[in-house]
């Protein structure tokens, strides 16, 4: 088994009720939330799998032409503990030489490649920790959880995520800060994204 083989696990089935609409598809910066997320994904080199739900046709009609493999979950509506669970599947039919599942959300689009990168790189050195990221002292996705997980993550369920096993196995949690990790949540949430998004596009402009 290659060591180190990380495979992207990227939940974009979620109906967003407190956004007002299938908040996957909203523009960011010209092209649709979830598009940008897959992108940047793909681009870190891993193989990335995105579990569709909510909307899933107009979801994965914003995918194309980008390097991704779909699978949908009919159970979205039970939360995003199933959507975990089924991306975890599918990474074990499709992937099962993979070592590492890094979960991302779709509705966290200034996460870059280059952060998705150091902790593909740190699983390669430190394969059986769970590596977290660290947001205004919130622990959660990205989270790359080692092989030794998949079979609890393949029989998740719950609103909530995998919080539950961070919390489990706290001992061999990794924390890695993260400033960019925002959740678009509600239009609000939106518009502060879209505004960092366009401050740190004018800075990295020549002067």
């Known amino acids: 088994m290659k060591a180190g083989f990380t495979v992207i696990v990227l939940l974009a089935a979620g109906e967003g009720r407190r956004f007002g609409s299938v908040k996957q598809l909203a523009d960011i910066d010209g092209e649709p939330m979830v598009r940008r997320s897959a992108r940047h994904a793909t681009a870190s080199g891993a193989p990335v799998i995105v579990v569709t739900g909510a909307d899933a ?3 994965e ?3 194309a032409g980008l390097s991704v493999h ?3 979950n009919a159970t979205w509506a039970k939360g995003m503990g199933s959507s975990l669970a089924v991306g975890i599947g599918e990474l074990c039919r ?3 030489q993979a070592t590492g599942a890094l979960l991302c959300l779709a509705d966290q ?3 870059e490649q280059a952060f998705l990168e150091t902790l ?3 699983h390669r050195l430190a394969g059986d920790r769970i590596l977290a990221s660290e947001h205004a002292g919130v622990t959660g996705p990205p989270v790359l959880f080692p092989r030794d997980c998949f079979q609890a993550l393949v029989n998740w369920s719950g609103a909530d995520g995998a919080h539950a096993l961070l919390k489990r196995e706290s001992e061999r949690v990794e924390l890695f800060s993260n400033h960019t990790g925002n959740d678009v949540d ?3 949430d939106l518009r502060r994204v879209r505004e960092a998004i366009d401050s740190r596009a004018a800075l990295r402009r020549p002067g």
């Open 109 to 111: 689009p200034m996460i």
């Open 70 to 72: 779909s699978v949908r």
């Open 61 to 63: 009609n914003a995918l």
């Open 94 to 96: 499709h992937f099962p």
């Open 57 to 59: 046709e107009r979801v």
């Open 186 to 188: 509600t239009p609000d």
């Open 120 to 122: 593909i790189a740190r």
